[in-house]
């Protein structure tokens, strides 16, 4: 039996692996030009619309109807898009799509952000609504990146 060499306590393995954003890992599937595009415009348009929002001219709250039927629309359209794209790639179909889903969510971001500085919200408000400005920023950046895309 061999006598097998035990770390130190207070060492700890190095890997060669690194910590890998989002940006990093789809890195390889868009070109760098796409990407850094996305991640621009994404921060502007978060920037922009976060400011708007605290700004308050409209209260988004109160079009929570609105909201509900264009999640339904933007569903319903998602369904159409895929079905067609399915049987063949039209690649301005892919771009509208990634459009529309990119404005949506634009403004999902600024009802979220509105919901944010409300008064009287619980708890559970401010988790839910940071959570959907974390969502509708992430989805806003892939709707960029697919519009950068030449794939």
């Known amino acids: 039996m061999g006598k097998e060499e035990m770390p130190s306590m207070g060492h700890i393995p190095s890997t060669n692996h690194h910590s890998h954003g989002i940006r990093d890992r789809y890195h390889v599937q868009h070109e760098n030009r796409s990407t850094n595009f996305a991640v621009f415009v994404t921060a502007t348009i978060t920037i922009v619309v976060s400011n708007l929002s605290f700004m308050k001219k409209v209260d988004l709250m109160t079009y929570t109807v609105f909201f509900c039927i264009l999640a339904v629309v933007t569903i319903a359209f998602n369904i159409v898009i895929f079905l ?42 401010y988790i ?10 992430i989805f806003i950046f892939f709707s960029i990146l697919q519009l950068g895309s030449r794939n």
């Not at 949506?104 to 944010?116: C, E, K, M, N």
């Not at 839910?128 to 920023?137: E, F």
């Open 128 to 137: 839910y609504a940071g959570i959907s400005i974390y969502v509708d920023i």
């Open 84 to 125: 067609l794209l399915a049987f063949r790639y039209v690649h301005w179909v892919y771009m509208l799509y990634s459009a529309v889903c990119a404005t949506v969510f634009t403004l999902f971001l600024a009802r979220d952000s509105q919901l944010l500085l409300g008064n009287k919200i619980t708890l559970m408000d």
